[in-house]
């Protein structure tokens, strides 16, 4: 793929005006206080496992409107406890799989979440176990257009949801310590890492990568890679719809969460991805409330670093826990 976005120089610096709705706070404030409302237990089940250097449990957890979210929870043995923690969301069409193919965070000593996003896991991984049980309208084929013309049945309002109340389930564990809890994810992931370091207070940390649903106008008009051409391909039909289907997404996008993530921040940008292009995702990065550095990965595209910035992220996100970079 040849360069189709902003020079290097120019990523640097912008920050564009985006969409905001006038009750984003009231919106967002009321769902997730709505969600924390309903009185559900979290459950931890021991998961029998052939790991021997880490203990797993299958969690749930209540998120939007209660509904069950599962998840993984993979704790590191024999080391000190209350440990700090990362809550990971997963990409798209995906689900939380099995806990042993992503062993990194616990490996370097944090507890870690891995949370399934619920009515996916079907199209890519090993699986997921979180049905949606919500209905919506017409839609396009994936989960970008799901109720897209009304922000209460937006889909994404129940994913993010279920993100907040994840960060919302680690604290609740007597092997975390709830101060020194982070949020990570790649694309998909990243954009649910953005949302709940928007809604959530107190992290230690973000680590999004290639998010999608940041800069949403920018990104449905730049490229025509899936997921963002799924809102392209509906409004072909849906003719007239345009209004509606971007004051939605307003509610969802980055850059509105960006501007309100009091962490700090990593983001991981491929300057050659087309399916998060690198203007949007550093629309969100200058955004950060908290401040936040971009890693560039000018050759790379969605697939950015891989285990490289998966390094950078540990080494960053261990200084930040062990109190040896300013805050």
Do not use: K
Request: negative net charge; aromatic residues 10%; hydrophobic residues 40%.
């Amino acid at each position: 793929m040849a360069r189709f976005d902003l020079a290097p120089a120019a990523l640097e610096t912008y920050r564009p005006d985006v969409d905001e709705p006038s009750d984003f706070d009231a919106f967002w404030q009321s769902t997730i206080a709505r969600a924390r409302d309903v009185d559900s237990a979290v459950v931890r089940v021991p998961e029998r496992s052939p790991l021997a250097l880490v203990d797993v449990d299958d969690v749930t957890f209540p998120g939007f409107a209660g509904d069950p979210v599962r998840a993984w929870l993979v704790l590191p043995r024999h080391l000190p406890r209350p440990l700090p923690a990362v809550v990971e969301f997963v990409g798209y069409g995906r689900g939380r799989g099995l806990a042993l193919e992503r062993l990194h965070w616990p490996a370097a000593g944090f507890a870690q979440l891995i949370v399934d996003t619920r009515g996916q896991g079907g199209q890519w991984g090993t699986g997921g176990d979180t049905p949606d049980p919500h209905g919506a309208g017409p839609a396009a084929s994936g989960f970008l257009t799901r109720g897209i013309e009304d922000p209460a049945a937006y889909y994404y309002r129940r994913v993010f949801t279920d993100a907040v109340r994840a960060v919302d389930a680690i604290r609740s564990f007597p092997e975390v310590d709830p101060d020194r809890v982070a949020v990570t994810g790649n694309s998909q992931g990243g954009a649910i890492a953005i949302a709940a370091a928007g809604l959530s207070q107190g992290l230690i940390g973000a680590l999004p990568s290639a998010p999608i649903l940041c800069h949403v106008r920018r990104a449905i008009g730049l490229t025509d890679a899936d997921p963002h051409s799924e809102v392209t391909r509906y409004l072909s039909v849906h003719r007239g719809a345009e209004r509606r289907v971007f004051e939605t997404l307003s509610y969802f996008d980055g850059v509105n969460f960006a501007r309100r993530a009091a962490a700090p921040a990593l983001f991981g940008a491929g300057h050659m991805d087309t399916i998060s292009p690198p203007s949007t995702v550093y629309a969100a990065a200058n955004h950060w409330a908290g401040g936040a550095e971009t890693a560039a990965y000018p050759w790379n595209g969605h697939e950015g670093g891989e285990g490289r910035h998966q390094l950078r992220q540990l080494e960053w996100l261990a200084a930040r826990v062990q109190g040896t970079v300013p805050s």
